[in-house]
């Protein structure tokens, strides 16, 4: 057997590279694309390339901007003298947005109406809204990395990511941020069979993107500084005989690089945290004993540093797992880590990877790390396990990433396979090398009460803990931490918060003199029940003020109805209420009464078993806004074949006379298979973006959907849409026939929630529910409640119908008209949720809770407990369930 430094040399011989990335860097335009941009803006009159932002006129930049006019799907060109000519900053970019919404930013921190500065003068500028431009011919496994800002630095805005309409996740950033922000995502590598993919970029409002890098594979190493940290006085460590360090130092894809070896039994070579902050990647040695005296300082720099760990055993001294060592010298790769750039090998022929295990040592046994629920590395993707232990995983992917990868130094008999892997662990902490920045600035929201005021803290930096005083001093991590709204009474009191994330630098401090404001009093609210319903009337105990209430717990009269009678509920809640501001008297709205509503005589379900939503990834299709399932469009197609034929009159005369009509079956289906589908025999049926606002007081925002009541408040995001119908020539219409039904059938009783829209600014739509025990007649489905629709364009109405019957049944939502917007289907039963206790009256448990699930009266999974009322779930460690009621004032 022999150990691996014995075969270093044919690692030399066979390494090649292979990638194949592409970066688009707009902090930079050419001379020549800037030249080119002012001869088209002035050669052309405009009608391609201009500097006057709007068609009205308004917003000239005198060339610090140029916005593309034409609304078509390209690659960006300009036309001067004559001659098209490529912008070569975006080449290979095909942009389909409407016109002037795509501009490049060549020197505007700061744009003529005054929003600003950001991060940098020169960007690719994207306004409206869901415009979009495509990267051709990307492999599957790639990383997108892209510097996203939003246009306006107070609302996060920015940009997602699709392949055939499949949303691709972020894994690094925010898809809306507000400043400048460092954004990745990473194409599924099983997301097309090898093949190589278009990628959709769709941004949801005005931003900058700075720069674009696709990397297909890590670039190959060139001009990086790496540290090398062992200890010569472990393990008998000899240099000539160190595989970990002849595969770095000696790699033929590692060019120009600076090769540090730290020997840190020397203390002139123990740098400290910054100064390890100033390398590419630094490596941790097997050779690196886990009690070193400079494991500390080792802890300190992970999430600031590209670390890659060849040594579990430091977990222990790190207080971050328990390492393990199993029967085994293979390790268990998972099953979406298998087309992982860190296992691919320069060798196509080769294959290191077999039903699942990788080839770590040729033989002995592998140490992996048993990593606690709640440390520093317990959400981190894992990539490979040994015995049930975590054996190599990712902390911040993407950003300064921390690599375990547990070869040690123990066992020198390493697979082959180690050259490859660590060859493309360094390339890809190498590209995940960025500049340390600081935490976004925290944000207060102040919630008044009666001279006393909480104050809610947060930070646009995912993950962040804030820190906060009230002496005038400004804040650090022993400081209070932030737990939750702080409250205030103490006239004068300034609080300053400052925000500290894993990977960046502390925040600049936030300031906030905090108001005392007198409060309008609360309004009273009392029940009366009757069977089957309650009867609530709010009384006003403060004159002159409006009353509001709603369902969800907040302050806020846009997300809230004016009461002006007594209210009928007829399903359990939590109803809320408060009187607003009376400027007169100098006071602000009131604080918050809340009362619990039970109904008698009427079982309670809040157990969801199935939800149909119209949410992108399921029925967008691949497009941004709008996808027509019909030919047609919107409008659909016809349903009936007319047959017919031409007759002489006696007045001679010619007339079509109608000999038949008959049904031409063209069925549309839409996602069979996913719980839920959409199904039409002509009426146009499409999917529609949308952005729901609670903002109830606002009828006239164009495309801005809300509740029409209180009531009515929660509904999804984008719908499912019916359309029209044609007319057929000579006879009466076509039907109505677009349905949404599930391809599951529930067990009855249970309740049918709708969420559903009105589209029409003239009409009121019509539809249905109905139930069945089969789906394959058409005649087979029973009627069970129509569904009820505001009269008013945009407004969105809840319904809930019951199905008492005790078969099981599918469930169907059928058109009687056009316009119906179906936002939510809800089926809900009583099971375990539903079967709440008061504090008081649950039962006893024994034994150690070993999970808590919460969740709010509608059934909604939550992650800590709501204002109003919560189902706590307690489940302990000999099976028992202990299922109870709490209310959060």
Request: charged share 20%; aromatic share 10%; with cysteine.
């Amino acid at each position: 057997m022999r150990k691996l430094f014995m075969l270093t040399a044919f690692f030399a011989l066979t390494m090649s590279a292979n990638a194949e990335n592409r970066k688009w860097d707009f902090t930079n335009w050419s001379s020549a694309t800037l030249q080119n941009l002012a001869a088209d803006a002035q050669t052309n009159g405009g009608t391609r390339w201009t500097t006057i932002e709007k068609a009205s006129g308004d917003g000239e930049t005198n060339g610090n901007c140029y916005w593309y006019v034409p609304e078509e799907e390209t690659e960006l060109a300009t036309v001067a003298n004559g001659q098209t000519t490529t912008i070569t900053e975006t080449q290979g970019l095909v942009f389909n947005c409407s016109g002037r919404s795509l501009a490049l930013a060549v020197n505007y921190q700061t744009t003529w109406d005054g929003l600003g500065p950001y991060s940098g003068p020169s960007y690719l500028w994207m306004g409206g809204k869901n415009n979009k431009f495509t990267i051709k011919g990307v492999k599957p496994g790639a990383n997108i990395t892209m510097d996203v800002e939003s246009h306006r630095l107070t609302d996060g805005r920015g940009v997602s990511l699709s392949v055939n309409g499949t949303a691709i996740e972020i894994i690094e950033g925010s898809e809306k941020p507000k400043e400048r922000t460092t954004c990745v995502w990473q194409i599924p590598a099983d997301i097309s069979n090898g093949e190589l993919v278009d990628v959709t970029v769709t941004n949801s409002n005005g931003c900058h993107i700075y720069y674009i890098d696709l990397q297909e594979d890590a670039p190959a190493v060139n001009g990086a500084k790496i540290a090398y940290v062992f200890n010569s006085g472990y393990n008998n460590y000899d240099a000539s005989n160190d595989a970990f360090r002849d595969i770095i130092e000696n790699n033929s894809e590692f060019t120009n690089i600076t090769f540090d070896a730290l020997d840190v039994s020397q203390e002139a070579n123990r740098k400290t945290p910054d100064e390890l902050k100033a390398y590419d990647v630094v490596v941790v040695s097997g050779y690196m004993p886990a009690d070193d005296q400079y494991a500390p300082t080792l802890r300190e720099a992970i999430a600031y540093v590209p670390m890659l760990n060849l040594n579990p055993q430091l977990y222990a001294t790190w207080g971050y797992g328990t390492p393990k060592t199993a029967d085994s010298p293979s390790l268990d790769v998972a099953e979406e880590a298998l087309d992982d750039a860190l296992f691919k090998p320069s060798n196509e022929s080769d294959n290191y990877i077999t039903d699942g295990k990788l080839a770590f040592f040729e033989e002995g046994s592998a140490t992996g790390v048993e990593i606690p629920e709640g440390s520093y590395f317990a959400n981190d993707r894992v990539l490979a396990t040994v015995g049930g232990a975590t054996a190599i995983h990712e902390h911040n992917a993407g950003r300064n990433t921390y690599m375990l990868i547990p070869y040690g130094a123990d066992n020198q008999f390493y697979a082959v396979s180690i050259v490859d892997i660590l060859t493309n662990a360094i390339k890809e902490l190498n590209y995940s090398k960025k500049e340390i920045t600081k935490a976004a600035t925290p944000k207060f929201t102040e919630d008044y009460k009666q001279m006393n005021t909480d104050v809610t803290i947060a930070s646009d930096t995912e993950g962040a803990k804030i820190y906060y005083t009230t002496d005038g001093t400004t804040p650090t991590d022993a400081s209070t931490p932030y737990t939750g709204p702080v409250n205030i009474s103490e006239p004068g009191t300034t609080i300053t918060a400052v925000a500290y994330a894993d990977g960046y630098d502390p925040s600049e401090p936030a300031t906030l003199n905090v108001a005392l404001h007198e409060t309008s009093a609360m309004p009273t609210i009392t029940t009366a029940e009757e069977d089957g319903k309650a009867i609530v009337t709010l009384t006003n105990n403060e004159p002159n003020a409006t009353l509001y209430y709603n369902f969800t717990g907040v302050k806020d009269a846009k997300a809230s109805s004016v009461y002006t009678s007594p209210i009928t509920i007829t399903h359990p809640t939590t109803i809320y209420a408060f009187a607003g501001e009376v400027l007169e008297a100098e006071k602000v709205a009131s604080e918050l009464a809340s009362k619990d509503i039970t109904i008698t005589g009427k079982e309670v379900r809040l157990d969801v078993v199935s939800h149909f939503d119209a949410n992108a990834a399921d029925w967008s299709l691949g497009e941004s806004k709008t996808k027509y399932y019909t030919e047609g469009e919107k409008n659909g197609y016809n349903y009936y074949e007319v047959v017919s034929h031409v007759e002489e009159l006696p007045d001679g005369r010619d007339t079509t006379i109608i000999d038949s009509k008959e049904p031409l079956w063209n069925l549309t289906v839409v996602n069979p298979g996913k719980g839920w589908e959409a199904k039409t025999y002509g009426q146009g049926m499409l999917w529609e973006r949308i952005t729901i606002s609670d903002d109830i007081s606002d009828a006239n925002t164009d495309k801005r959907y809300r509740g029409e009541t209180a009531f009515d408040q929660g509904a999804s995001d984008n719908s499912v849409t019916f359309g029209n119908i044609r007319k057929s020539d000579g006879v009466e219409n076509d039907p109505y026939s677009c349905h949404i039904q599930s391809t599951e059938a529930f067990q009855g009783p249970f309740d049918i929630v709708t969420y559903v829209g009105n589209a029409s600014s003239s009409n009121q739509p019509k539809a249905a529910l109905f139930i069945s025990t089969d789906t394959l007649s058409e005649d087979n489905w029973t009627f069970v409640d129509s569904v009820y629709f505001s009269k008013t364009q945009r407004y969105i109405k809840k319904n809930i119908a019951s199905y008492e019957g005790t078969d099981k049944v599918f469930v169907k939502l059928q058109a009687a008209f056009s316009s119906v917007m179906v936002f939510d289907i809800y089926i809900m039963n009583h099971g375990e949720l539903s079967g709440i206790k008061d504090v008081d009256e649950a039962e006893e448990a024994t034994g150690e809770v070993v999970r808590t699930l919460i969740y709010s009266i509608n059934g909604t999974r939550l992650n800590a407990p709501a204002k109003g009322i919560n189902i706590i779930r307690e489940v302990y460690d000999n099976g028992s369930v202990k299922t109870r009621k709490v209310v959060v004032r």
